[in-house]
């Protein structure tokens, strides 16, 4: 498949990112994730206008000063991601040799897939005020719809609280 990302100066962009197998990391290492966001804005610039955080997967809404950004982005925090989970001992090298060899195809080993995130994640750009709503709600309703919480504002891993 050859996909080809649009990168537009001055939109904001609505990105997904999952974990690999739909593994719930994310909210037990929590710290280890705020800590991957803190380092991708102290190295690009942009701004996070909405977030929520599951355990295994994010959703955002960022407006990058470069467009083009955006996936650099992603790949730092992802990329930061892993390395504080080896860091902290939550994956030591070992481990992560293990566990990538045991849920990784032979084809994403051999290429150093972490086995932590899906390689892909989903972008959209938002092209005006309605679909800015649309995104914004189903971003504050998503706890709501895998059954995390009844009440959307008693999620306290997104930026709707």
């Known amino acids: 498949m050859n996909y080809r990302r649009i990168y537009l100066d001055g939109y904001s962009y609505y990105l997904t990112l999952v974990t690999y197998r739909r593994q719930p990391i994310l909210i037990d290492n929590i710290e280890i994730l705020r800590d991957a966001f ?3 804005k102290a190295r ?3 701004r996070i206008d909405a977030i929520v955080i599951l355990p295994d ?3 955002m809404i960022i407006t990058p000063k470069a467009a083009t950004d955006y996936s650099k982005i992603v790949t730092h925090i992802k990329r930061i991601f892993v390395y504080g989970l080896v860091g902290r001992g939550t994956l ?3 481990h992560a040799q293990t566990h990538r060899k045991a849920t990784l195809s032979p084809a994403k080993y051999k290429r150093q897939h972490s086995g932590i995130w899906q390689e892909r994640f ?8 309605k ?3 649309e995104k914004v709600e ?3 309703n998503n706890p709501v719809k895998h ?4 009440d959307a504002e008693a999620w306290k891993y997104s930026s709707f609280v």
């Open 138 to 140: 189903y971003m504050r």
């Open 147 to 150: 059954q995390w919480v009844e």
């Open 131 to 133: 679909d800015w709503l």
């Open 38 to 40: 803190r380092r991708s």
């Open 92 to 94: 030591t090298p070992t």
């Open 57 to 59: 997967h994010l959703h």
């Open 122 to 129: 989903y972008e959209h750009t938002i092209r005006d005020e």
């Open 44 to 46: 690009y610039d942009y």
